[in-house]
């Protein structure tokens, strides 16, 4: 019985508790059970309109017991964040809610003037005009931020555009990846897990994989989904699929539904797989090429991406001459690696990318090392015997596939 297995509870409400502010079936009996069980309940929200009070006063008039501080909505959390990124004015693209949590942290909401930040939450009386604004604003420096990035909500008579849809299109024309608050991202579940004795038993309650399941998965927590249609994602490594389903909240005390365990893999989850490419380059006393970049304090092989229409070798080759000014050609294929312990990368910007990458043993055949690439990076040949200390863990092993001639064509 899942009921039996968790101290707390973490539910969704669109979908979960209601939909189009109708209750469904056994929510309210279920909630009731679970408080006289003195199980811990909060409500995290991706839907940034209305303020925390509001959402308690729907839910008291639903009939659900609620309290302020059950609810975590993106609309308060993204408040939350403005002011300890210690933000002091915004414009939103958002409802008035959204700017009355965000005034109640001290926050100026301004029409015209310059700000520190653009807030874009849901408005549906939003205008060309007010996404011009936004970009504009981007333009001349102000941090992007949004409340969400659901693609739809439900709505009675079907989807209905999602607060996703206006940061795309901010995204879009800005060229700028938003910093984003809601589920699936951590700062809504992080705003109950840090203040949680880790030894409770934590459990997120949800009916959309994409943002419920994947954003507790990633803080390592047991995920239900709601929903009376089971889903199906083609690896069963992917985070989106849930460790139980039910079709109705009563169905927490039914006592042949249990959860599978959930064990994080320790890294991210990925947004995107993307190929890459790594170069081995041996100049003529058998030294080996490494690069250390001036923000990254390790050593490291060339490595890239493939532009399209590029073949791996062209690819590998353009790389090696744009780090470098090295002009190589392609000796051997080591290998393709593509081990998400050591090839998903999480960027600064936030996104998170798991890289196939083709390795090659390269010749030089010309050119020399450049001035200007040795201003962003340090270049310079090691022995064999005698390499850094501090080389990518990764890049090691590859190189010992290399002297491993045996080892030709790996896959890892
Ligand atoms: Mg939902």
Redesign the pocket.
């Known amino acids: 019985m899942l009921a039996e297995k968790f101290d707390v509870f973490l539910f969704?409400?669109?979908?979960?508790i209601y939909i189009g502010g109708k209750l469904l079936p056994g929510v309210k009996e279920t909630l009731a059970q679970l408080r006289r069980l003195n199980k811990r309940i909060y409500f995290l929200t991706n839907d940034p309109i209305p303020t925390r009070r509001q959402f308690v006063e729907r839910l008291q008039g639903l009939g659900i017991e609620a309290h302020l501080d059950e609810i975590i909505s993106s609309g308060w959390a993204t408040a939350k964040t403005l002011r300890l990124m210690e933000i002091n004015s915004v414009y939103v693209l958002g409802s008035d809610g959204l700017k009355t949590e965000i005034r109640g942290f001290g926050i100026d909401v301004v029409e015209k003037s310059d700000c520190q930040a653009v807030v874009v939450g849901h408005d549906d009386q939003l205008s060309y005009g007010h996404i011009r604004q936004a970009i504009q604003l981007i333009h001349r420096g102000a941090k992007f931020i949004a409340t969400n990035v659901d693609a739809t909500f439900p709505g009675p008579e079907g989807p209905c555009p999602g607060t996703g849809a206006i940061v795309s299109a901010v995204q879009t024309s800005s060229g700028r990846r938003p910093v984003i608050i809601g589920k699936p991202y951590p700062p809504m579940f992080r705003t109950v897990l840090d203040h949680l004795d880790p030894h409770l038993r934590v459990a997120m309650v949800?009916?959309?994989p994409y943002t419920?399941i994947l954003g507790a998965h990633q803080q390592g927590i047991t995920a239900i989904l709601r929903s009376d249609k089971a889903v199906d994602f083609p690896s069963p490594k992917d985070f989106r699929i849930p460790d139980a389903r039910i079709t109705n909240l009563k169905e927490l005390f039914t006592p042949a539904i249990t959860a599978r365990p959930w064990g994080k893999p320790p890294y991210a989850w990925p947004e995107t797989v993307e190929p890459a490419v790594a170069a081995v380059v041996f100049d003529g006393d058998g030294r080996i090429l490494l690069i250390k970049r001036v923000d990254f304090d390790v050593w490291g092989l060339p490595t890239g991406h493939i532009e399209p229409g590029e073949t791996v070798q062209e690819a590998v080759i353009r790389e090696v001459y744009e780090e470098t000014g090295l002009r190589v050609k392609v000796s051997r294929y080591i290998g393709v690696y593509s081990d998400p312990m050591y090839l998903v990368v999480s960027h600064p910007s936030g996104k998170v990318c798991h890289y196939i990458t083709s390795c090659m043993e390269c010749k030089i055949v010309g050119g020399y090392l450049r001035a200007d690439c040795v201003e962003t990076a340090e270049v310079a040949f090691f022995e064999l015997d005698n390499l850094p200390t501090n080389l990518l863990t990764l890049h090691g092993e590859w190189l010992r596939d290399v002297l491993n001639r045996d080892n030709a064509g790996v896959l890892r």
């Open positions: 969704d409400l669109d979908g979960v949800g009916d959309n419920d």
